[in-house]
């Protein structure tokens, strides 16, 4: 239990600070001028609208319909163009791209049709493959691909890469099933 040893290494009132700093993050973003959303887990939440988000309680544990938001917000590792399309409009007319991370995806980025742009910058991936998004958002996004060759920075440009090929958007799926080599 990766929560339970890190607040016994941290103690108990430092716990609760970081439980109630953690607490206070918002579960969605949304750039309206230009047209994003960036969440942590794929689009995958049934919402009908951004009063789903701002009633959701995430201590309320006993709301099976707050349990389903939820889990889809933190924990879907993929979205079907249906769910995302549900999910951007509920949130706004004029969203076009959901920006998210949670999946390892060991090139560093992977573009999910024109709706989805799924970003890995931590774990299980080497250095040289992270990447983060650098987005003016006053300026508007066309789609996932756009995004994806506009705003993607190294998080590390002086590391080589290793799965990450230079900006290239050819219908391919870059997440690997196959055991990872070691990573740093």
């Known amino acids: 239990d990766e929560a339970a ?5 941290l103690g108990p ?6 439980r109630q700093w953690i607490a206070s993050w918002p579960l969605v973003a949304v750039a309206p001028k230009a047209g994003l959303a960036l969440l942590h887990a794929a689009p995958a939440a049934a919402i009908d609208s951004p009063e789903d988000l701002t009633k959701l309680d995430p201590s309320d544990v006993t709301s099976e319909r707050h349990m389903m938001v939820l ?4 924990w879907a590792r993929s979205a079907s163009r ?15 791209v959901a920006v998210y991370g949670h999946d390892v995806v060991r090139a560093g980025y992977e573009v999910e049709g024109d709706l989805m742009l799924c970003l890995s910058s931590s774990f299980g991936c080497y250095h040289g493959d992270k990447l983060y998004l650098d987005w003016d958002l006053s300026q508007p996004a066309e789609d996932a691909a756009n995004v994806a060759e506009r705003g993607l920075v190294p998080l590390y440009p002086d590391e080589p890469t290793v799965y990450r090929q230079q900006f290239s958007f050819a219908d391919q799926d870059t997440r690997d099933t196959a055991p990872p080599p070691a990573c740093r």
């Open 82 to 96: 249906k769910q995302a399309t549900r999910f951007l409009r509920a949130l706004g007319v004029d969203l076009r």
């Open 13 to 18: 009132i430092r716990a609760l600070s970081i």
């Open 71 to 74: 889990n889809g917000l933190l």
């Open 5 to 9: 040893r890190l607040e016994s290494m």
